[in-house]
């Protein structure tokens, strides 16, 4: 741990990075460097998240160097309940001020960000960062669909998640390919535990059903709908999120085939799996209507979140780590939540005191019915033209004999 010379100690400003990793992390850990260096502050990074914080386990940032196109963080990470720990909050409160640091620019998503709104005094950034997308606010409810009525578009981690699940579904560079030579049934999983923007991501690349958690599965409704396309196309591509459940509400990663995931920090279970329950259920539904060998499930896992950022998550992440510090330096008593909002001019960014929000869940976005079409599964024209604002779409292509997946 770096120790305090009082006497030649410049302002300090200090950076987290909590829950799972995305990969335009290093991006704004970089340009948030660059900037401090430009004030002459020193920026302190924090090992681990908020356990470094507790621990007091920080570094000088200006001491190393680091490729900030690599995705991951070189803080690290981890995902720790402060609520959870005896007298948490006043120990972090402590640990900040006992090591001068003046202000907080904290890296996260929903479970990160939820424990910063317990210490909303001290002087804080938030930046959102989760493949899930669910950190953000969309203003009225209606389906008038206007982008400017978002609070966040996306989150760091999104575009470049989102690119790899449209591109793993897609006929030119994915599944498809493989599902249409052998008239297969591909179930792919995305992540997303409570949230299905990821999920919904897939239909840039044209799987032919989609089922989110927001939305309980009607699983006869889905299998008289998989019987009627396969018998026409012959294979199909079939997305589910890691979080969705049966009608009844339970989870289909928990069903007979799986043991009950274990509980992590924030609650949440360990999800996983819910495309091969999927997958067994459905070969044993469909051995009347035709043969059910290749039926098959894949999970990404961990390839949604790793390597490379995309150029707009890194461009946004290392803008983002530069108003971050200059926040910290001019506006010095509120805290904020930096927002990357989308207007007819473009992306920019935008800062909104955390004053605003009464708790985090106000700032949990979920996918609701001007985005999603429960009865077909599939994404609808409002959400299309959300997402096309973030990702490009991979069409089917003519010469397999295709015609556009349509609402």
């Given at each position: 741990m770096a120790k305090i010379n009082k006497r030649k100690m410049k302002k300090r400003i200090g950076i987290l990075t909590g829950g799972g990793d995305v990969q335009a992390l290093n991006a704004v850990i970089s340009e948030a460097k660059s900037e401090a260096n430009n004030f002459d502050i020193e920026l302190i990074g924090f090992i681990k998240g908020w356990e470094g914080v507790l621990k007091e386990n920080y570094i000088d940032l200006s001491t190393i160097s680091f490729n900030s196109a690599i995705g991951g963080t070189i803080l690290k990470t981890s995902r720790v309940n402060i609520n959870k720990i005896n007298n948490g909050i006043e120990l972090v409160i402590t640990s900040l001020k006992k090591n001068a640091i003046t202000g907080l620019i904290v890296i996260g998503g929903e479970d990160t960000l939820s424990t910063s709104f317990l210490i909303k005094q001290f002087p804080m950034v938030l930046i959102s960062k989760t493949i899930d997308n669910d950190v953000g606010k969309i203003e009225n409810n209606n389906h008038d669909f206007r982008i400017e009525n978002f609070i966040n578009y996306f989150t760091l981690g999104f575009p470049t998640a989102a690119e790899k699940i449209i591109s793993f579904v897609s006929l030119k560079e994915g599944l498809r390919t493989t599902a249409y030579s052998h008239e297969r049934i591909i179930i792919v999983e995305a992540m997303g535990m409570h949230a299905g923007w990821l999920a919904l991501s897939s239909a840039i690349g044209y799987p032919d059903f989609i089922i989110i958690p927001e939305f309980p599965l009607n699983y006869n409704l889905l299998l008289e709908k998989i019987i009627k396309k396969y018998k026409s196309q012959k294979h199909l591509i079939i997305v589910v999120a890691e979080g969705a459940k049966w009608k009844d509400g339970t989870y289909i990663y928990t069903d007979i085939y799986t043991e009950k995931g274990e509980i992590e920090e924030f609650g949440h279970p360990r999800f996983g799996g819910?495309?091969?329950?999927?997958?067994?259920?459905?070969?044993?539904?469909?051995?009347?209507?035709?043969?059910?060998?290749?039926?098959?499930?894949?999970?990404?896992?961990?390839?949604?979140?790793?390597?490379?950022?995309?150029?707009?998550?890194?461009?946004?992440?290392?803008?983002?780590?530069?108003?971050?510090?200059?926040?910290?330096?001019e506006i010095k008593n509120e805290s904020c939540f930096l927002a990357i909002q989308k207007d007819k001019s473009g992306f920019k960014?935008?800062?909104?005191?955390?004053?605003?929000?009464?708790?985090?869940?106000?700032?949990?976005?979920?996918?609701?019915?001007?985005?999603?079409d429960p009865k077909e599964f599939r994404i609808t024209e409002i959400g299309k033209k959300y997402l096309k604002e973030i990702v490009r779409e991979i069409p089917l292509d003519e010469s397999y004999g295709f015609e556009p997946i349509s609402n």
């Open positions: 819910s495309a091969l329950i999927l997958k067994n259920r459905l070969k044993k539904d469909l051995t009347k209507y035709f043969d059910t060998r290749n039926i098959n499930s894949v999970n990404p896992s961990y390839l949604y979140r790793s390597g490379q950022p995309n150029e707009l998550d890194k461009f946004w992440a290392q803008n983002l780590g530069e108003t971050a510090v200059k926040y910290l330096v960014i935008q800062s909104f005191p955390l004053s605003k929000f009464n708790s985090f869940e106000e700032l949990h976005r979920f996918v609701d019915e001007r985005f999603y």
